[in-house]
């Protein structure tokens, strides 16, 4: 019963997956849930303001990497939101679905395979892993169940290709779903487009239907009317949380699941409940017979619960003085994150101001924020940059090249064999010969990147990034120490297949500065490029990725949705293996890495992980 301190669900962590999956279980007024979550709520609802939380010790947890050797030995941020909403509440807002193929691979599955009988064994992907119904139908139904979609005035239609069908999207949901509305310097964006086109690529006026492939313009989860963050905090929660089967708390860091003693019948171990510090006091709620314990503490700290509490594999355990309890080598492993590299450019004069004049013109920040606060319009009403182009390798490396990489990548995936990722490894290779599923993200940011470069306020500058989907080296996130306060040692193993990933990075950059900055008519609008300069050899642009290198933010896969002989942490049901009550449902139950910025998926796997809990 409520008032007491035992529920039916404890839910550990109220972020993106968190609260959806409170919200949803609580809709069933005999069940009593509690979110625990370390953060508070945070006010951060002006949409161009988001990546202000980076940094900032309060709401954001602030991990890095260990030093990676295959990027100069950098230790490079990997900012996670910590507050109610969790990296939603704090992130960039782009709220879009990866390729059908890579949920499921049933697009064009018999005809293709029709076609191509000799060269694809299968089809991806999650589903094909062993998990049914974890389908890109099941993730489209729920994304669309998430979102109230708003589109885009007709004018900013035409003008800024700000285009998706109706039909591609929910429209009774909780999250309010549009696009940006502030597109200066306003000739960039349609020169953008064009040369695109003229390089290949195609304009995508539908990539919310399960197509990814051209340039086209991300919505967002902002609200149409208010021009504000739409997330948990401001949509579903505030009714939500009147219902008196449902407590949220914030300032609750959860340390520890307490498991019970003796095994149950059928040898798994149960959970009686957590261990949580509020005020600096450490405090326990339990489960009822029946409940269950449910993770949602994001990609780094979900493994590092299990690990801290005796699940996980017993070497590691045993080295940081942990009795195991559950013997489950997948936990912490598997771990996939995008990652990128940019080249930005000084555009010539006259086109007037872009976003990046906020950081550098008090005057123009002034200005429009006050416009945003009386009229809700401006720079700050809008995710300033949502241009993405999704595309394969073989539209941007020549073939001779792209061969030579396969080879090289084919010789390093021979490590795998044998190894628990094998099959996960060869559905992932599978994808390369498949050119409607991107490998590579180009996002256009009207805006200076570089931080070498001195920002003069009267100039315009533009960035593109390249972000590779879906790298094929594997990290793994594990516990520094018994301390739960302590963060855990995050090895992404960024370029780690490092031949190819450099090689695959190098060509990325090659294509921003040789093609696309050198191709009418966006050529006509850049007067320099500052690194690496064009025509750069191969060793300088390998050399540049391997020094300039980032997190993209979508980290998944430290407690995999698989079979255990795979390298699983749960089943389909999400339950971890060897325990009775113990459930995984944020981003570190994805098994294989999506093209595309995560947040609806998780959202979407968290309203199924409902159905299936
Ligand atoms: C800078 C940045 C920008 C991004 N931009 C986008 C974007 O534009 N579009 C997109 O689709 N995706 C984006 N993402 C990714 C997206 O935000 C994540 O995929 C999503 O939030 C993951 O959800 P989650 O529930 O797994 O984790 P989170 O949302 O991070 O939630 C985890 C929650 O658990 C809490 N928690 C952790 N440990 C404990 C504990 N021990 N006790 C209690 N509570 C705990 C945390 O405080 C947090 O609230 C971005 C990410 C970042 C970092």
Redesign the pocket.
Known sequence: AIGSTTFDHII???????L?LAEKLSRNSSVSVIV????FTTDDVVPAL??T??GNPTID?EFVTVPQPHVSNNVIS???????????????????RAASKEYDGSLNYTFRKKLHRLTFAQFPAWEKLGNPGWNWKTVDANIKAMEHFTPASPSDAANFHATDSLQNHGTNGPISVTYSNYWEPAPLIPAYFNTSNALGIPTNTHASGGSTFGVWQ?P??IDAKNRSRSYAVNTFLPAAEKRPNLVVMTG????KINLLPEAVSSGNIRAGGVQ?IINNATQNVNVTATGNIIL???????P??LELSGIGNSTILKKNGITPRVDLPGVGENLQDHYATSVSFQLKDGLGPEVGQLTVNSTFFAEQFQLYLTKREGPFAS?PATTLTMIPFQTFINATRLASLKASLDNSLKAFKGSPFEKQIAIQRNFLEDPSVPQIELVMLPLNQDPSVTVDPSKTYMTIAAVYLRPFARGNVHIASTD?LQNPFIDPNYLGITEFETGIMAEAVRFITDKIATTKPLSDLIVKTFNPAPGSSDAALQKFVQSTLQ?S????GSASMLPKAQGGVVDPNLKVYGTDNIRV????MIPLEIG????????AN?LHAADVI
């Open positions: 550990v962590g109220g972020g993106a997956a968190g959806v625990l979550e370390a953060g988001f990546s939380f980076i947890w990997l900012p996670r939101g910590k507050a109610l909403g969790g990296t939603a509440a704090v992130n960039g807002m782009y709220f879009v991300s967002c989860a609750a860091q959860v340390t949580y949602t503490a994001g990609t780094y700290q979900t590092k619960l995710v739960p997190s933010w979508h980290p998944c449902a944020d981003a570190s595309t910025h995560t947040m609806s998926t998780v959202y968290a």
